[in-house]
């Protein structure tokens, strides 16, 4: 056999090799741990030489837009999608994800956080895997609170946190008191909202599907953040959101900041942080009610089921959802930098433990949620800072910027509570769930 031979010979085979790759489509937002999940990939395709990823990576809202276009329409342009907790038991329910029954022997879906997993399972199927979860804390200068006096417990009411807020912008004029989301949106500030809700004793809707702004635990819960806002919080705060709020307090302009877990990697990283070695961590408040005002999210990949490569795209869940996947970050970029909020184990290893000061903090917010039962009083709804019906994403952005015009003090929060009440009846009338 010549030269010319075994060339033409490898080549071929190449082809051969190449033609029989199976591709799959995957659709993910644009965050910095998916980016890097995107970097880490040559581990998962020298693991699966037969199967070939191609990347959609998209800005949150453009992302939520297409996929919901084309799981509804069943487009089939993806084989993977990065979805929220909201989604999953809507979707599930209408049948267009795929149950991950095949995650493979050594995955241990046992070890998946229960409150993060039951908010992905319905009927007892897991329906999405979680890339990270997450709830929410309170993230606090220590040396702030030293100056003025004060000691952060574990679990404070809100009634101390007012209080707290108010003493330190009157003992550091140039430090905001608090930092809260007040851009409008059903993820910005009705997350934040309505899981602070939860703990007054607020519900969106009653068992009948009735809209509940009308009451007066919605009355005492917005009346409470714009007040506390107004007397403690930054200016232009009815602009501000996550990524507003993090700065404020990587540049020592909040002296406590209530928001998403995950936060605590950003905000004690000495590189990014001027005040990364004085803050301290507690539970997100409560009323003495049995709530506290923490949400419960998760980004997970699931398979539509109109994909034609469902076993290709369960490898690859599996593989970037699996325990070995957090072994492969914590090789490459150290353990505070895993995703967080999925494992039980993550939170048992004495690395990850000491390489991360806010994890035992995380773990208990994580599961001091519950979406199955989310208030004080009963409804007919999942979802802790959401509705999980399908009506929800529009009519909680609606409520949203009137509870952002309320704190921009461009209507009174009678008005703003009048209008949503308005607003979600509508919603529930034109829906089909009241009459």
Known sequence: MNLRTLILGASASLFAFAAHAEAITIATVNNGDM???????????????????????????????????DIATKGGQYDVMTIG?????????????????????????????????????????????PFYGESS??????????KSGLTMPDAPTWEFIGEAARKIKADNPDVNGICLRGKAGWGENMAFLTATA????????????????????????LDFYVKLMNDAGPQGASSNGFNENLALFQQGKCGMWIDATVAASFVSD???????????????????????GNW??????????????????????????????????????????VPPGTRTSLYNNPEY???????????DSINAADPTKPTVKPVPYTGVQFVAIPEFQGLGTTVGQLFSAALAGQMSVDDALKQAQDAASAAMQEGGYIQ
């Open 198 to 221: 939860n703990s007054f004793g607020a519900r969106w809707f009653d068992e009948q599907w009735k809209p509940q702004f009308d009451q007066p635990e919605w009355k005492n819960t």
């Open 270 to 292: 000495p590189k990014n942080s001027t005040v990364a070695d004085k803050v301290g961590y507690a539970l997100a408040p409560d009323t003495g009610l049995g709530k506290r």
């Open 85 to 129: 907790t909201y989604e999953v038991p809507i979707w599930a329910k209408q049948s267009w994800l795929l149950p991950l029954d095949n995650l493979g022997a050594d995955y241990d879906a046992d070890d998946i956080i229960p409150a993060i997993r039951n908010g992905l399972s319905a009927d007892g199927k897991l329906y999405a895997a």
């Open 296 to 337: 419960l999210w998760a980004w997970s990949l699931a398979i539509p089921a109109g994909t034609q490569k469902a076993e290709a795209a369960q490898k690859f869940v599996s593989w970037a959802t699996g325990k070995g996947y957090l072994d492969l970050v914590a090789s490459k970029e150290g353990w505070a930098n």
């Open 35 to 69: 980016v890097r999940m995107q970097k880490l990939t040559d581990d998962f395709t020298a693991k699966n030489p037969d199967i070939q990823l191609n990347w959609v990576t998209l800005e949150e809202n453009v992302l939520r837009e297409r996929v919901t276009t």
């Open 137 to 146: 804390f309170i993230m606090y200068r220590k040396d702030l609170f030293e």
């Open 353 to 363: 433990q000491k390489a991360a000061p806010f994890a035992k903090m995380t773990l």
